[in-house]
Nanobody
Framework: QARLVESGGGLVQAGGSLRLSCAAS????????MGWFRQAPGKEREFVSA????????YYADDVKGRFTMSRDIAKSTVYLQMNSLKPEDTAVYHC??????????????????WGQGTQVTVSS
């Protein structure tokens, strides 16, 4: 059974950094796109970034470009989200997800089949 487990969240001051990890297991994800989404209280789940597992191409939401970097370690079956220059508006629960290639628009949650439980990121001002 496919499983995604996030870690690395926490409390950080504005301007600080965090690195989130998502360990994938239970199936082969080489033909998947891995994504990060976030959801703040009272708001819709929103796209943050995505990576093509096989070739490593990355995609970012406009408000995180230049601050966040997504990467993957194929040997460890893990994807990462390096978050720098964090802002209070980045505060949310961050979820890792997996979508089959060609499943559609990777910026939308409905493209994704598998989800992790989420990790809380809180940025204080």
């Amino acid at each position: 059974q496919a499983r995604l487990v996030e870690s690395g969240g926490g409390l950080v001051q504005a301007g600080g950094s965090l690195r989130l990890s998502c360990a994938a297991s239970g199936r082969t994800f080489s033909t998947y796109v891995m994504g990060w989404f976030r959801q703040a209280p009272g708001k819709e789940r929103e796209f943050v970034s995505a990576i093509n597992w096989r070739v490593g191409n990355t995609y970012y939401a406009d408000d995180v470009k230049g601050r966040f970097t997504m990467s993957r370690d194929i040997a460890k079956s893990t994807v990462y989200l390096q978050m720098n220059s964090l802002k209070p508006e980045d505060t949310a629960v961050y979820h890792c997800a997996a979508a089959p290639l060609y499943s559609g628009n990777y910026t939308t949650p409905r493209a994704y089949d598998y989800w992790g439980q989420g990790t809380q990121v809180t940025v204080s001002s």
